[in-house]
């Protein structure tokens, strides 16, 4: 990584003056932001993260005394071309010509593994990891928290992937359940095979809506009732359609995952854990952990007292389990299973205190795993609608987004002839929505706006893929002939350095987003790549330029896109090359 060859030389100078070993000077060195308004350093020192005295006490003067101080007695060399101070930092300016070199063939050599490699990430142990993400309920509606997870969880398993984690994608349907007695009375109501096959979850919707309509009658209850008790017996022909229901859907589900960018490894759900919950209800009673209510519900006393001041419901006074049960039998069944190293859940920040009480029951069942478990949850969506009014099925959102798209696209002015206008118009949709939901951090709500998502000027997925569709056509445009042995000493202009200065931090950036997973780091990152891209293919043209001077800038285009490609690949957007 180039910032690493930078960081490491800059730290070997320090750590002789200091007397402190270069691996810890190393962490401390960051590459500067790009300011739009002056001209910045490339790299930074914080004085405060290498003194001895830390407390913070030290007044601003003595940070920047002691920075004056330290600058003194260190010497520009072959690498830093200027040391200078600011308030409580030292600022290093490596030589413009190395710069651009090291950078721009870093970028070119290690392609899609560029900011990955970094040395950031070698203290960072290879794990295997389990994310649980999107989990819809069959039947139900596949409500806007469900894309949130999912669009989410996509994003942390690329990103665990990218940097060399063995990953375990579980999607954890909600698949049994009372409800399953009402649907399964439904259908033999008003059920279609037909429908059921060709498009599953609107028409099990549709039945379920329907039933509902009777739930609260008698008889319908009771046939509820007796249709759950037979799926719980195992009867084979409730058996055999509550299968078809679960496969049907599944089989659709695929299919629009794959329109999202997104697969899984595993479809599970709380029908797996039915028997595995009762196994775990023993576990609690023989650990003592499992009390009785006077209506006969089985609870676990949470509270430090053990005054039941706080305690989660695990069973119902027949016996039988509740959502928290299952999820304890899961938990201990992927551990058996995957023997992961984390396990990540994504949802919508509600259910927080479910997690709470789920990983705090594992603790006092004696699984010290249960710290390695991670709730990642997120704010809510308001006011995400379609034409057709609000959002029941995931493909309505795809197919607004699309038709959406391209309507736009035809009324630009901008707007080229291209091979498949449709696929285009999925694919920037998609990252309109997802940069919409990734600009801030994932625990804010949001109101969600269609307009606002769409626009293609300002920060928004549309501008990113509009970037990336230019850059890619002006390779194409100027033959896309390999890049080898070109002088890109050349790129002296500020707005070239900028872009080069901006590379460089993208190491620390997928640090970050690695130590948080929030997404926003690697988002606001993207957009102003963009923006410094798209002023330096004002101000830098190739066309017209002399041959050395034209191929030095096509690199620096050529590596600008790579990295946004990447970054975009990372977030679940799949880049487009016509526009």
């Given amino acids: 990584m180039a910032a690493c060859s930078f960081r490491r030389s800059i730290a070997s100078q320090l750590s002789k003056v200091l007397d402190l070993p270069p691996e810890k000077l190393i962490k401390s060195i960051s590459a500067v932001p790009v300011s739009k308004k002056r001209r910045v350093a490339d790299f930074q020192l914080s004085i405060a993260s290498v003194t001895e005295d830390s407390s913070s006490d030290c007044l601003a003067q003595d940070l920047n005394l002691q920075a004056q101080k330290l600058a003194e007695r260190l ?14 930092t030292l600022n290093f300016t490596i030589n413009r010509e190395l710069l651009a070199k090291t950078v721009l063939q870093q970028v070119l050599k290690d392609g899609s593994e560029y900011g990955v490699r970094s040395e950031l990430f070698s203290t960072v142990p290879r794990q295997k990891v389990v994310i ?24 942390i398993a690329n990103l665990k992937v990218a940097l ?67 799926l719980e017996e195992h009867d084979e022909q409730t058996l055999s359609l509550w299968k078809q ?89 992927r551990m058996n299973k995957h023997s992961w190293d984390t396990m990540i859940y994504v949802t919508d920040k509600s259910q927080s205190n479910h997690f709470q009480h789920l990983f705090q029951i594992l603790k006092l069942m004696g699984y010290d795993w249960a710290e390695r478990c991670q709730h990642v949850s997120f704010g809510l969506v308001q006011g995400m609608k379609t034409r057709r009014g609000e959002v029941i099925f995931l493909e309505d959102v795809l197919n607004e987004v699309r038709s959406r798209m391209l309507q736009n696209m035809a009324s630009s002015k901008t707007t080229k002839k291209i091979d498949d206008p449709v696929e285009t118009a ?73 872009v080069l200065q901006h590379l460089l931090r993208y190491d620390e950036v997928l640090y970050r987003s690695s130590q948080d997973l929030q ?52 977030l679940g957007i799949t880049p487009v090359t016509q526009m």
Avoid at 75 to 88: H, L, M, Y
Wanted: aromatic residues 10%; glycine residues 8%; neutral net charge.
């Fill in 75 to 88: 010497k520009c060399d072959a690498v830093v071309s200027e040391i200078s101070t600011g308030p409580g």
């Fill in 132 to 155: 649980e993400f999107s989990s819809p309920n069959i039947a139900k509606k596949f409500h806007i928290g469900h894309l949130r997870s999912t669009i989410v969880g996509n994003f």
């Fill in 164 to 230: 060399g984690h063995e990953v375990t994608r579980i999607n954890y349907l909600g698949d049994w359940g009372m409800q399953f007695g009402l649907l399964g009375v439904g259908f033999q109501r008003f059920g279609n095979k037909e429908k059921l096959k060709f498009s599953p979850l609107q028409h099990l919707f549709e039945v379920y809506v329907q039933i509902n309509k009777t739930a609260e009658d008698e008889n319908t209850k009771k046939l509820a009732k007796d249709f759950f008790r037979k």
């Fill in 245 to 333: 229901f679960r496969d049907f859907s599944i089989e659709e589900y695929i299919r629009v995952y794959k329109r999202l960018g997104v697969h899984f490894d595993e479809y599970s759900g709380e029908s797996f854990y039915q028997e595995k919950s009762q196994e775990v209800l023993k576990m609690l009673e023989d650990k003592g952990l499992l009390q009785k209510t006077i209506k006969g519900t089985g609870i676990v006393d949470l509270s430090e007292e053990k005054d039941l001041s706080t305690f989660s419901t695990v069973m119902r006074s027949d016996g039988t389990s509740l959502y928290i049960t299952r999820d304890l039998a899961a938990a201990i069944d």
């Fill in 426 to 498: 999925e694919k920037v949709g998609l990252a309109a929505l997802i940069i919409q939901d990734f600009r801030g951090l994932l625990s804010s709500d949001y109101q969600f706006s269609w307009d606002r998502a769409l626009q293609s000027r300002g920060d928004t997925g549309v501008f990113l893929q509009y970037t990336h569709a230019r850059l890619h056509s002006l390779e194409q445009m100027h033959g896309n002939e390999q890049l080898t042995d070109v002088n890109v000493a050349c790129l002296q202009e500020p707005d070239a350095i900028a």
């Fill in 519 to 570: 997404p926003k780091h690697i988002v606001s990152y993207l957009l102003t790549l963009s923006h410094l891209a798209a002023v330096a293919h004002k101000t830098l043209p190739v066309k017209g330029s002399t041959p050395d001077l034209a191929q030095a800038r096509l690199c620096l285009f050529q590596a600008a896109r790579l990295v946004l490609a990447n970054g975009m690949k990372l």
